[in-house]
Every structure is written in C-alpha cells, then in structure tokens.
C-alpha cells in the first residue's frame, strides 16, 4: 500500500446578501462568504489538500473561476469531481483532519453535520473526518468578521 499526505488552506470574504455554506451544509448567519462558485471554503481547502496529496495541481487548476459551469456551484459536487480525480490515479482518502478559523457564527453545534456529509462525499467512515474550529481571538481579518478560513491535512492511499 502507498500513502501521501496533503495539505490545503482556502479564504474567502464574509458579506451580505450571500448564504453561509461550511462543510456541505447551510448555516443560519447575516453573511455568507463571496466566491466563483457557493465560496465552501472547508471543502475548498479538502480538494486543495486531497489534489496537493496525489500531485495534480489545486483547485483552481481544474475548477477555475472563469468557468461559467462553476458560478454559483455546489461545493460538494466540486468534492465528489476531486474524489473522482484522485481515483483516477488508483487513490482513496483514508481520513481528513481540518480547522475552520472564524470569529461567529459558533461552529461546535454544526459539526457533526458537516463530518456526516463530508465522510458521505468521499466514502469514508465519519471517524475518519476530524472537523475543529477556532477564532482568532478578535485579532486580523478573521477576528474583524471580514472573512473565514479553513486548513486540511488528508492521507490518501493506493492499494
């Protein structure tokens, strides 16, 4: 068996007038954040790590931001397509260990949410998708309420 490991960041601006989508579900909150597609900056930072892992770019590189198919897109289509693309290389996730840095809205209550729909997505046991979320403390563009970010590591095998 042979394993990589990944790693991805992803950011985007809270503002109005846009829903908050985080890890494949839809949380109640003022803003939501701005982006090409629904701006799912969890699941961005899972495909960037998952791609980084088996040497194929980021994801940019095959769901760019000047495609019209991909404006105002689903976030977890565009990780079942990342999936689908390691696959091709003879690969599998193993388990995903992320962070979700935002000052509000509180996060703790969503997670299990989001670990079931993401374990969904990439056909892996919820234990093995580890979801955390912080603040910053009031402190940068996080802690002004300006924007969330989020960081992966993933371990993909090859059987």
């Known amino acids: 068996m042979k394993i ?12 109005e007038g846009r829903e908050l989508r985080l890890g494949g579900i839809r ?3 003022e803003k939501g954040l701005l982006g090409h ?5 969890l699941i961005h930072a899972i495909c960037d790590a998952l791609l980084g892992a088996a040497n194929m ?6 769901f760019p931001d000047t495609a019209a198919e991909y404006k105002n897109a689903d976030s977890r289509i565009i990780l079942g397509k990342t999936v689908q693309l ?12 992320a962070v979700i840095v935002a000052e509000r809205p509180k996060l703790q209550p969503h997670i299990p949410a989001m670990q079931a729909t993401l374990a969904r997505l990439m ?6 998708v580890s979801i955390k979320a912080t603040t910053t403390e009031k402190l940068g563009f996080t802690g002004r309420e300006e924007g969330i970010s989020a960081y992966a590591t993933v371990l993909i095998e090859k059987h």
């Open 4 to 15: 990589r490991t990944g790693f991805g960041f992803d950011v985007h601006q809270l503002i």
């Open 27 to 29: 949380l109640e909150h």
């Open 37 to 41: 597609s629904d701006a799912d900056v």
């Open 57 to 62: 770019r980021d994801i940019g590189y095959h």
């Open 86 to 97: 390691i696959a091709g290389k003879g690969y599998t996730v193993g388990n995903v260990d």
């Open 123 to 128: 056909n892996i046991d919820e234990d093995d």
